[in-house]
């Protein structure tokens, strides 16, 4: 089974940067779109950003555009979310997920894998 295991979060005061990294394993990385996700305190998960497999390809959600870049490095396994200018509206549990057609979708359920999730708080 693919194991998926992010990492990264932390506290961090508004304005501030994190980068989340998820490192795959037990499966073809290489071959997989990725995606990041996250839920916030008594909000349904959503998709924040997601990569073909190639890296060719993006996706941002309105709310992060310009402030969030997705990137990957299939030598290493390993998908990327920097996270720039946080926003008190960023908190929340950050997971990256596979999808094992390789391309974008936005729809959470076409997922196939899921990490375990990090905490991402921003203080006001």
């Known amino acids: 089974q693919v194991q998926l295991v992010e990492s990264g979060g932390g506290l961090v005061q508004a304005g501030g940067s994190l980068r989340l990294s998820c490192a795959a394993s037990g499966g073809t990385f290489s071959n997989y779109a990725m995606g990041w996700f996250r839920q916030a305190p008594g909000k349904e998960r959503e998709i924040v950003a997601a990569?073909?497999?190639?890296?060719?390809?993006?996706y941002y959600v309105d709310s992060v555009k310009g402030r969030f870049t997705i990137s990957r490095d299939n030598a290493k396994n390993t998908v990327y979310l920097q996270m720039n200018s946080l926003q008190f509206e960023d908190t929340g549990v950050y997971y990256c997920?596979?999808?094992?057609?390789?391309?974008?979708?936005?729809?959470?359920?076409?997922?196939?894998?899921w990490g375990q999730g990090t905490q991402v708080t921003v203080s006001s």
């Open positions: 997920a596979a999808e094992t057609t390789g391309e974008i979708v936005q729809i959470t359920r076409w997922y196939d894998y």
């Open positions: 990569i073909s497999w190639s890296g060719d390809s993006t």
